[in-house]
């Protein structure tokens, strides 16, 4: 073997004993900071065809060394988190429709639970690849009560970070402002910056949240009760279809203290401008 092969062989050895995103469950050896990235076109069409050199990533303004990308499907630990309160009795059924659509364009090794909340949210069904379950468990409480939309979505990242895949969301499904929870928008806030997990949401009414879907790496979607069914596959393709960058941070103290990420996307021939969305960022190691 020459010398290139050699050097591209030590290269992809590396990789693999040290930069393995861990979907088998496998312990990476550098500390490795993983960004999901999910680029569409202006129409907001997913692109899948883009490669390493598309991607620049900076940290604190200071541009890293990519040493890890994926564009492969990755299996998905998701919460559903599902509004059952009383503004939503003209919508449920309907709502209930677009949740199972999105379950169905699921693979065999995504996982989900599903949250349900009016005057409390509550868990109601556990982990399961099993959808039936899930799409019994929508069908059986009516719409009724108060919105305890920030401690529905707090239980819900407290809930996804037991799930057995490295690739975490939820997609909430409402129509109101909070009006009954414990939690506050600026704890929800800062539970986000501390947790790897991806929000999207349905927004059926004036859930006013999509910053915080925004600061994660997802979206705030808002449409009718008749768009609920392209938006949920909207959401579905674009969750397989995200780009994974990872790098080891250039910034080596361990200060526990909160690091902005941006990631920049260079256009494919042909077009002049697109869409990325990635996690704004995350909190450093300490000592």
């Given amino acids: 073997m020459g010398q290139p092969g050699k050097v591209l062989l030590t290269f992809l050895m590396v990789c693999v004993a040290g930069v393995v995103y861990a979907q088998k469950g496998l312990k990476v050896d550098i500390d490795l900071v993983m960004v999901n990235v999910s680029v569409t076109d202006t129409e907001n069409h997913v692109l899948t065809d883009l490669k390493p050199d598309n991607f620049q990533l900076f940290e604190d303004k200071v541009e890293q060394n990519i040493k890890y990308f994926s564009s492969e499907v990755a299996p998905l630990s998701l919460g559903i988190v599902f509004d059952i309160s009383h503004s939503m009795e003209n919508k449920l059924e309907l709502a209930r429709a677009a949740a199972v659509r999105f379950l169905e364009t699921g693979t065999p090794e995504d996982e989900y639970f599903l949250i349900e909340f009016s005057n409390r949210a509550e868990v ?54 909070d009006n009954h929870s414990r939690y506050s928008r600026g704890n929800i806030r800062e539970f986000l910056r501390e947790s790897d997990v991806q929000i999207y949401v349905i927004d059926l009414g004036r859930a006013l949240i999509g910053d915080l879907a925004e600061m994660t790496g997802g979206h705030s979607y808002h449409g009718s009760v008749d768009e609920l069914g392209n938006i949920c596959e909207k959401i579905a393709l674009e969750l397989k279809s995200q780009y994974v960058l990872g790098y080891e941070s250039s910034n080596t103290n361990r200060d526990g203290k909160y690091r902005k990420i941006r990631v920049k996307t260079t256009p494919p021939a042909g077009m002049t401008k697109i869409n990325v969305r990635a996690r704004e960022g995350y909190y450093s190691a300490g000592n």
Avoid at 129 to 156: C, F, H, M, N, Q
């Fill in 124 to 177: 109601a069904e556990d982990f399961t690849t099993d959808i039936s379950r899930l799409r019994d468990e929508l069908s059986l409480k009516p719409a009724a009560g108060a919105t305890a939309l920030y401690d529905a979505v707090y239980l819900g990242l407290s809930k996804v970070k037991a799930g057995t895949n490295p690739k975490k969301a939820l997609l909430l499904i409402t129509d109101g402002e």
